[in-house]
Each structure stands twice: as C-alpha cells, then as structure tokens.
C-alpha cells in the first residue's frame, strides 16, 4: 500500500502513525498514534498532534496546528490565505513571496464534522465541537458547539465542563 502514499522524505512521523492509501505529505508534522485516512493531503509547516483521527478526503495546509485527540470528519478543508489569488496586479505569477500564510489551531480534544470548510486566522477551541457541513469564520471557544453556514453557538458541547462562571463583585 505505501506504493500510493507520497510522503516526503522531510516528513516527521510520530511512533505507531498509521497511514491509508493515497496521502500526499510533504514538510509536516504528524504526532504518535495518529491516523490518516485515504486522499489526504499535509502540506509543509503542518502540525497533527497525537492521538489524532483525520478522516479521508481532507485537506490540511501550510500553517494549520492540530493538537491532540482531534477528530476531523471526512472532506474537511483548511484555508490559510485571506485573498488569494493564481496572478500580480501586472500578470505575473504569484510566488510564496506573494502571500502571508495566516494559521488555524484546532486545539486538543477538538472535534470537526465532515465537510467543514475552516477559514484562515481562527482557533478552535479545546474540546469544541463543529457541526457536519459548516463553515468556520469566527473563533470557537473552548468547549462549545457550533454549526451552521456560518457556524455560531448552538450549545456547551456534551461531554464538556460547564462554562466558567464570570467573576462577582
């Protein structure tokens, strides 16, 4: 099977990965025991934490961290470029030169359903949880769920603990 796989030479491949067919991974990072499915791709300055299940058909790029025990539901995408595009004002073609990778953190225990599209400069919080089909432009805090297109808060997550309650004066 590793015949399908791509994985470049400078990728960081933690103790007990387990890869399925048809990854492309170059320049990233993958924690222990994490596990990938089929029509991956990891691009370089990626980070996959431990204990992680990425799901097939997902796409995850320059400058997103992943933290551990994270879910990423089937035909995820992560964008890093607030206004791409393929050409300069004068024609030219845009070099990485050209552009400013901005990140995403999806922190430990996060969860994010399948086809979730997450936009460049947001984190997902500690043990958050995005619904199936959503689209991400904000931050998630910690512990929450949110859903929708685009996503807001819908409730604490289930197994999450109750929200800290503000300070009294």
């Not at 399908?4 to 924690?31: K, Q």
């Amino acid at each position: 099977m590793d015949s399908y796989n791509r994985i470049a030479p400078d990728v960081t491949l933690g103790e007990g990965v387990r890869l399925a067919c048809f990854i492309n991974a170059y320049g990233c990072r993958i924690g222990e025991r994490t596990k990938i499915g089929a029509f991956v791709e990891i691009q370089k300055n990626a980070v996959i934490g431990a204990d992680c299940k990425i799901s097939s058909h997902t796409f995850i790029c320059e400058g997103v961290t992943i933290g551990d025990g994270v879910f990423i539901g089937h035909n995820v995408t992560f964008i890093n470029d607030k206004y791409p595009r393929a050409v300069n004002p004068d024609g030219s073609m845009q070099t990485e030169a050209d552009w400013k990778v901005v990140p995403v953190r999806v922190g430990d225990r996060a969860s994010i359903g399948s086809s979730v599209t997450v936009l460049c400069g947001v984190t997902i919080g500690e043990g958050a949880m995005v619904g199936a089909g959503s689209l991400v432009t904000k931050s998630v805090p910690p512990g929450e769920l949110w859903a929708g297109s685009p996503a807001r808060f819908v409730r604490r997550a289930p197994d999450a603990p109750p929200a800290a309650e503000p300070p009294t004066e």
